[in-house]
């Protein structure tokens, strides 16, 4: 039984369906909102109007029947009875299970700003989460060209949000609390930058100031401005979702808590995705939940294994703003290689300890990225000069051919052997799910197919 549908327990279901777990035991997934599991990642592409909401789709209803998965929708879980191993919904119907898997993701956190809720409850009318596919298509359906929107939180889906609305013609600014933009990734320097950009694309920028209050004359901030709106999105970050395993007596801390085998305090209930917490960390990234999907299907299908931990890579989906984030730039160990250059908008810089890439931050220019990732990912030790020649060297006058074991999407891991052993951008979907993440290797994906050599006639 698994309590859930986003990303993290697709993963998981075609692991489980792989490995012939699906054919052994009966799955049932129970997802809460009304449609198919679908990639969230892409929501603001969806804002943006450059992808179809059933684009982000990511397996169909018919997919999970015609492998014998149960898949439940708006099927929203009220407790687990860890006793009688039942799950209970919200309308009194229960589930009985053997296994429980906890993929309940995170929640919205709801910044502390008078006048977002009504005296009834509800969200004043000008206000927008923007953490699901509905929420979503309520904001779409709000947008008209030439209004005034604000867009509270200037993290990854801040920005992304931000680029979208001033995409469709949205006269847009932006409130971040902390000093400067994308604060828990990246620092102080390319945050400024990344600040300078949306200014040149046309979007003001208020950092160290918080929205404190809703007025009918706009959006109030600590410093005294008042932000006229038409709109106000929120998107100033989440929390695990620990709600529900809290009342089924799980521990849990920030997350809930699970081993080396994705397992809680309870043997027989696992947690995955942005809900658990795994050696003092909580992540919220697809990467990172893909690989405890995997590492879960295996143990169900009965290996033996050991989730190491995270391979954290945040990789920003904005039109004209180019971000990458690889481990913990700011805080791991090691020397630091950086190059910036404020009035072409790049800053690239390299965290490395013992000749390894142990964590890097790319803005403005992505040209290297798949090269960098390669090295982090492989821990490849490099020489003396290796690392300053990653940042400095210039572009190739012609397209450098990535070798077969060369990773060419970062979020499903896979190479480009595996892309080029694909005849079509649907393949490379359906068998290696590269481009169904964040988005980011799409170019790259097609660039690939493109010089596939040609199949012999003879």
């Known amino acids: 039984m698994v309590v859930g549908s986003g990303m993290a327990t697709?993963?998981?279901?075609?692991?489980?369906?792989?490995?012939?777990?699906?054919?052994?035991?009966?799955?049932?997934?129970?997802?809460?909102?009304?449609?198919?599991?679908?990639?969230?990642?892409?929501?603001?592409?969806?804002?943006?109007?450059?992808?179809?909401?059933?684009?982000?789709?990511?397996?169909?209803?018919?997919?999970?029947?015609?492998?014998?998965?149960?898949?439940?929708?708006?099927?929203?879980?009220?407790?687990?009875?860890?006793?009688?191993?039942?799950?209970?919904?919200?309308?009194?119907?229960?589930?009985?299970?053997?296994?429980?898997?906890?993929?309940?993701?995170?929640?919205?956190s709801l910044p502390p700003i008078r006048g977002l809720v009504r005296m009834d409850g509800t969200l004043h009318p000008a206000v927008h989460a923007f953490r699901s596919l509905d929420d979503c298509l309520r904001l779409d359906a709000a947008v008209s060209p030439g209004a005034r929107a604000v867009v509270v939180g200037g993290g990854l889906l801040g920005l992304q949000v931000a680029r979208a609305l001033a995409v469709r013609g949205l006269e847009v600014e932006l409130v971040e609390g902390g000093e400067h933009l994308l604060r828990s990734q990246v620092g102080p320097q390319a945050g400024r930058i990344i600040a300078r950009d949306l200014a040149r694309l046309g979007t003001a920028v208020y950092t160290g100031a918080r929205a404190v209050r809703l007025t009918d004359e706009g959006l109030r901030l600590d410093n005294g401005y008042v932000l006229s709106a038409d709109l106000v999105v929120l998107t100033a970050g989440g929390r695990p979702a620990t709600a529900l395993a809290r009342r089924a007596g799980l521990a849990c801390r920030r997350g809930i808590l699970v081993d080396d085998r994705l397992t809680t305090s309870d043997d027989r209930v696992h947690a995955l995705g942005d809900c658990v917490e795994h050696d003092g960390q909580v992540t919220g990234f697809v990467p990172p939940a893909w690989e405890q999907a995997q590492a879960l299907a295996d143990h169900l299908a009965g290996d033996e294994v050991h989730y190491p931990g995270a391979r954290t890579v945040a990789r920003l989906r904005a039109t004209d703003l180019e971000v990458a984030v690889l481990g913990d730039p700011e805080h791991e160990p090691g020397e630091v290689?950086?190059?910036?250059?404020?009035?072409?908008?790049?800053?690239?810089?390299?965290?490395?300890?013992?000749?390894?890439?142990?964590?890097?931050?790319?803005?403005?220019?992505?040209?290297?990225?798949?090269?960098?990732?390669?090295?982090?990912?492989?821990?490849?030790?490099?020489?003396?000069?290796?690392?300053?020649?990653?940042?400095?060297?210039?572009?190739?006058?012609?397209?450098?051919?990535?070798?077969?074991?060369?990773?060419?999407?970062?979020?499903?891991?896979?190479?480009?052997?595996?892309?080029?052993?694909?005849?079509?951008?649907?393949?490379?979907?359906?068998?290696?799910?590269?481009?169904?993440?964040?988005?980011?290797?799409?170019?790259?994906?097609?660039?690939?197919?493109?010089?596939?050599?040609?199949?012999?006639?003879?």
């Open 337 to 458: 290689v950086e190059v910036s250059n404020p009035v072409v908008g790049s800053h690239r810089k390299l965290v490395v300890r013992d000749g390894v890439v142990v964590a890097a931050t790319l803005v403005g220019d992505l040209s290297r990225i798949g090269l960098i990732t390669q090295h982090y990912d492989r821990r490849t030790v490099l020489g003396p000069t290796e690392p300053g020649e990653l940042l400095m060297a210039d572009r190739p006058a012609h397209p450098r051919v990535l070798p077969d074991d060369a990773e060419a999407c970062v979020c499903a891991g896979v190479t480009a052997g595996a892309v080029r052993a694909c005849t079509s951008l649907e393949q490379v979907r359906e068998t290696t799910r590269a481009t169904t993440g964040c988005g980011g290797c799409a170019e790259a994906v097609r660039g690939l197919l493109a010089t596939r050599p040609a199949l012999s006639t003879t």
């Open 10 to 108: 697709t993963r998981l279901v075609e692991g489980l369906v792989a490995r012939g777990v699906a054919e052994r035991d009966q799955v049932t997934v129970l997802g809460d909102e009304p449609h198919a599991p679908y990639n969230r990642i892409l929501l603001s592409a969806v804002l943006e109007g450059t992808h179809r909401p059933e684009a982000l789709t990511l397996r169909s209803p018919a997919w999970y029947a015609a492998h014998g998965v149960e898949l439940r929708l708006g099927a929203r879980v009220l407790d687990v009875d860890r006793e009688r191993r039942e799950v209970m919904l919200v309308d009194g119907e229960r589930f009985g299970y053997d296994v429980l898997v906890l993929a309940t993701g995170s929640i919205p």
